[in-house]
């Protein structure tokens, strides 16, 4: 199990390189990257993401442990970053390896679905008409929801 929170950008594609090593056994591996948006009407010149990494890092290695007991995953690794980002640079990554490719999305989903609505980061944007705190969706709930039945 890897889980890291920090402020330093980290490249996607060497974190999962370096994730897939030793991967004996596996049948499966889903890595999810997730970027800071903007879009045309929804513009976004900054998101600033705050936290207590001590305090995410322990909330999350519960929710990953968790993950690899309920899927059968043979591990899995979450990066999240904080601090201020642009439109484009990634926030966070999710790999899951397990034996067969439904473990490892189910996995990932499970701790995307986590990280959008549980974990300890709170979201401010930066556009043209001031800043904004970003706030769970109902969909994000209903998505988290389905976990717990």
Do not use: C
Not at 84 to 99: C, H, N, R
Not at 104 to 126: H, Q, R, V
Request: proline content about 5%.
């Amino acid at each position: 199990m890897t889980v890291r929170v920090e402020e330093a950008p980290f490249e996607p594609g060497a974190e999962t390189n370096r994730f897939l090593r030793d991967a004996y056994g596996a049948g499966a591996a889903v890595t999810f990257t997730g970027l800071v948006r903007s879009s045309p009407g929804d513009e976004v010149a900054s998101l600033t993401l705050e936290a207590y990494p001590e305090l995410a890092i322990a909330q999350i290695e519960k929710a990953v442990a968790e993950a690899i007991s309920r899927f059968g995953l043979i591990r899995a690794a979450v990066i999240h970053r904080y601090g201020t980002l642009t439109p484009g640079e990634p926030i966070v990554q999710v790999m899951a390896l397990a034996g067969h490719r439904q473990a490892a999305f189910e996995g990932a989903e499970f701790l995307m679905d986590y990280l959008k609505t549980d974990a300890p980061f709170w979201k401010k944007e930066a556009t043209a008409e001031g800043a904004r705190w970003v706030e769970a969706k109902p969909a994000d709930d209903a998505a988290r929801d389905r976990w717990r039945t």
